[in-house]
């Protein structure tokens, strides 16, 4: 039996390939068998007879191959749009315009209400032709609803995040507005502290959100220049140990000598940031930062610049350490929007880099990234 050539179904010539693997048209000039493929392929013929039903069909309708296969289209793929409408009908690709090239994929329900993205591409001999064949591509919208579920939640923390500081910043101000007069110096200060803190962290947020946008669409830009990786993280140790922690909480070793590195310091910055406050945050005992030289995550370049940060603390369960770098991780019940390690993540890729995490020695967590250490290219 030729390739394209409808058959009963279960029925198959000995020697043969099982109809539902059996190419059809270009495929098999091609020699790739449908079953192969990741979305679902069905293609019906110049009657509208199925001559096609590969294995992801199968399992997206949950329909067998051998039960589609020589029926009409209609009856072994019975789409309905979200009317309530039978779709061949409403679209009748054998009878309708014969300038129509096919179908934009959208949104169809299958009996018992199940959903599948559906689109079509009208096979014609010659422009304005009769059919030759229809060809349909099937997926399951089960990444789709992930992508939706994943935005629901950032818009969901979104707003509590903002909920806060915002309530905080109009009641303050609307108090101060209506009673200036009834508060001491030192009240009025205090009230404005705590709306300028609240402002910051609306500030932050708003920060995160652009730059998940940034990593999302593949646009976060990474402005090279000589970074002293060591220094950086100095600066940090000193914040900390400013704002009262004390001093021998931080143990820094920095290996010299050090490659030169070139990097976005704001953005290394954001990256130290976010690892250090975790390991304050949620580790406990001394949080030790090793900035060593090491071999370069990118290939073709002998050396990089790694950086460990480790603490003491319970550390992370084994098994969620596949998703530490997801959006909305939180390590602990100690709030935060579970945006910063996949900001992270993100920096650290978008410079060439790599980032890891484990065990730390003494049983807390351990982030190590490492970044290439190369010089733009207008300098290389």
Not at 20 to 36: C, E
Not at 304 to 320: K, L, Q
Not at 347 to 375: D, K, M, Q, W, Y
Request: a negative charge; proline letters at 7%.
């Amino acid at each position: 039996m030729s390739a394209g050539t409808s058959s009963a179904p279960g029925a198959q010539d000995a020697g043969s390939p099982p109809a539902a693997s059996r190419p059809p048209g270009d495929l098999a000039d091609v020699g790739i068998d449908p079953d192969m493929l990741p979305d679902g392929l069905v293609v019906a013929d110049e009657e509208g007879r199925v001559v096609c039903f590969n294995a992801a069909a199968e399992r997206i309708t949950a329909v067998r191959a051998r039960d589609a296969l020589g029926q009409s289209l209609e009856k072994a793929l019975p789409l309905e749009d979200l009317e309530g409408r039978r779709w061949w009908q409403l679209t009748d690709p054998y009878g309708g315009l014969a300038i129509r090239v096919g179908q934009p994929e959208r949104n169809l329900l299958l009996p018992g209400g199940r959903e599948v993205l559906v689109s079509a591409r009208y096979v014609r001999t010659r422009p304005t032709g009769p059919l030759r064949r229809l060809v349909v591509t099937l997926r399951d919208t089960e990444a789709r609803r992930r992508t939706e579920r994943s935005h629901a939640e950032l818009i969901a923390t979104v707003a509590h995040e903002l909920r806060s500081p915002l309530t905080s910043v109009k009641g303050f101000t609307a108090t101060l507005l209506a009673k200036w007069e009834r508060f001491t110096d030192d009240q009025k200060r205090l009230m404005l502290e705590t709306v300028d803190a609240d402002a910051d962290r609306v500030t932050r947020l708003i920060a995160e959100l652009l730059d998940i946008s940034r990593i999302d669409s593949g646009r976060l830009e990474v402005r090279r220049q000589p970074v002293d990786i060591g220094a950086a993280v100095g600066r940090h140790i000193q914040a900390y140990v400013a704002a009262g922690q004390p001093a021998d909480r931080f143990l820094l070793r920095v290996q010299q000598p050090l490659p030169d590195l070139w990097a976005d310091p704001d953005k290394i910055d954001q990256v130290l940031s976010n690892l250090l406050e975790n390991a304050v945050r949620h580790g406990e005992g001394t949080v030790t930062i090793d900035v060593t030289a090491t071999a370069s995550p990118r290939e073709g370049e002998d050396t990089g610049t790694s950086v460990t940060v480790s603490d003491e603390g319970p550390g992370i369960p084994e098994e969620s350490m596949n998703r530490v770098f997801t959006r909305f991780w939180r390590g602990s019940k100690r709030g935060g929007t579970g945006l910063g390690l996949y900001i992270v993540k993100g920096i650290v890729e978008a410079h060439g880099g790599t980032i890891t995490v484990g065990r730390a020695p003494g049983a807390g967590a351990e982030f190590r990234f490492t970044l290439p250490v190369s010089a733009p290219a207008y300098l290389a």
